[in-house]
Nanobody, 127 residues
Framework: QVQVVESGGGSVQAGGSLKLSCVVSGRTISANAMGWFRQAPGKERVFVAGINWTGGRTNEADFVKGRFTISRDNAKNTLFLQMNSLQPEDTAVYYC????????????????????WGQGTQVTVSS
């Protein structure tokens, strides 16, 4: 059984930083693209960042470019999201997800392309 557990969320003031981690157990992630999504209160879940299976190609939503960095450690079956210069509009539940297919050269952007998900970690940014 695949388990996906995010951690590292919390409360921070505007301009601060947080680093999210996502540990996957029950399967290896080394052949799969991985992604981060977020859902703000009253809004739909949206793509934040993705990384291909090698870690050599990433994709970030425009609203986080230059502030958030996605990375992975395949040896530890772990995905990361370094978030800098956080703003109140970044307040959301952040979810980690794994691609349904293997060896994609580019990380997918759609929710429907991801097959296993964590329960999410809350990030709250105050002004």
């Amino acid at each position: 059984q695949v388990q996906v557990v995010e951690s590292g969320g919390g409360s921070v003031q505007a301009g601060g930083s947080l680093k999210l981690s996502c540990v996957v157990s029950g399967r290896t992630i080394s052949a799969n693209a991985m992604g981060w999504f977020r859902q703000a209160p009253g809004k739909e879940r949206v793509f934040v960042a993705g990384i291909n299976w090698t870690g050599g190609r990433t994709n970030e939503a425009d609203f986080v470019k230059g502030r958030f960095t996605i990375s992975r450690d395949n040896a530890k079956n772990t995905l990361f999201l370094q978030m800098n210069s956080l703003q109140p509009e970044d307040t959301a539940v952040y979810y980690c997800a794994g691609d349904a297919f293997e060896f994609r050269s580019r990380p997918p952007l759609r929710e429907s392309d991801y097959t296993y998900w964590g329960q999410g970690t809350q990030v709250t940014v105050s002004s």
